[in-house]
């Protein structure tokens, strides 16, 4: 039996030049990390030559083409492995704005190599997991939630015209990453959704309005200045490029926020937040926020009819975590 364990991501600045509508057009680039939230996918033999997948439901097939679940159906195309069970867990359900089907990918991905005697490099993993999502599958997505779960760590994510992405981990001193960690914080809305219609209407926009185009450089000069502010410990700075970035953000498509999100981030605003932002495309999900410890109380006071979570950052991205001899010829 194999197991690997895949985080999620949460990212800070730069959203939406990860899309091949920006980037094939001038370098995208965000700033983003894994946390120890995550994704486990654990692969062991099938008592026959069936596939036996478990999710939040159960399929048992014959062939790989006929998977329902579409990420699996065209990982396993890969690998033409039979005889085999899956099971996935996750610490936190999709549609929560933390990356959670690019996690499942890489996982997947990861697990299904170890299975067969390979251990791939990580840009390898975020590589394929991409192709699997975006090119074969059609997704509107980018490229940073494959490359931040698969690499883990606080990392600056670059984005090039060609299809190449390079990954630099951000340097901090150890004092200044743990006073970073423990200035944000997570509050969940409540509610689940679809990123899928959200990021379709922004890659749309991302076309055609110059105004959106225009508000995604921005962001992507957002990204340079938080990675700069970080590395020189000027964390003060965090949460006002995270206010000016969630404000360019909203102006993509007018699907990513609404009045009870606005609600909720305007009170925090009030009260001690210096910025914030919605994780992921929209709609849902968790808003984080940056707010300096003396003011954390009283934020946390303020937005007590909303649940908050307890994150810290993950350093490793997706690895094995049990890996016992199978019987894989």
């Not at 970073?180 to 997570?186: D, G, Q, V």
């Not at 009030?270 to 940056?290: P, T, V």
Request: aromatic share 12%; hydrophobic share 35%.
């Amino acid at each position: 039996m194999i197991g690997t364990r895949t985080p999620f991501r949460i990212s800070f600045a730069g959203g939406g030049s990860d899309l091949k509508e920006f980037y094939s057009r001038q370098p995208g680039c965000v700033l983003s990390t894994a946390i120890n939230k995550y994704m486990f996918i654990f692969v062991h033999p099938f008592f026959d030559e069936r596939i036996q997948i478990k999710y939040s439901r159960t399929e048992l097939v014959n062939d790989a083409g006929e998977i329902k679940h579409p990420i699996v159906r065209e990982v396993f195309k890969k690998f033409g492995i039979k005889g085999i069970d899956i099971n996935s867990i996750a610490d936190i359900p999709a549609g929560t704005g933390l990356g959670s089907s690019s996690s499942f990918t890489v996982g997947l991905l990861h697990a299904l190599y170890v299975y067969s005697g390979q251990y791939p490099a990580k840009e390898k993993l975020a590589r394929e997991a991409c192709e699997v999502e975006i090119d074969i599958l059609g997704e509107p997505i980018g490229k940073q939630d494959q490359y931040s779960v698969a690499y883990g760590g606080l990392n600056f994510i670059t984005f090039n015209p060609d299809d190449t992405v390079s990954v630099e981990p951000v340097v901090m001193s150890s004092a200044k990453y743990q006073e970073f960690e423990s200035n944000l914080l997570f509050f969940y809305l409540g509610r689940l959704r679809s990123a899928r219609e959200i990021l379709a209407d922004q890659k749309n926009n991302t076309i055609s309005d110059k105004k959106a185009f225009s508000n995604i450089e921005r962001m992507t000069d957002l990204a340079k200045n938080l990675r700069k502010s970080l590395c020189n410990g000027n964390l003060q700075d965090a949460g006002m490029i995270l206010d000016e970035g969630w404000s360019l953000k909203k102006v993509l498509s007018s699907k990513i926020s609404d009045d009870k999100i606005d609600f909720y981030y305007d009170i925090a605003r009030k009260n001690g937040a210096s910025g914030g932002k919605l994780l992921g495309a929209g709609g849902g999900g968790f808003l984080m926020f940056y707010c300096e410890p003396m003011q954390q109380e009283k934020l946390r006071r303020s937005l007590k009819d909303l649940k908050e979570y307890k994150f810290k950052f993950d350093g490793l991205g997706t690895k094995v975590v049990y890996d016992m001899d199978s019987e894989v010829s």
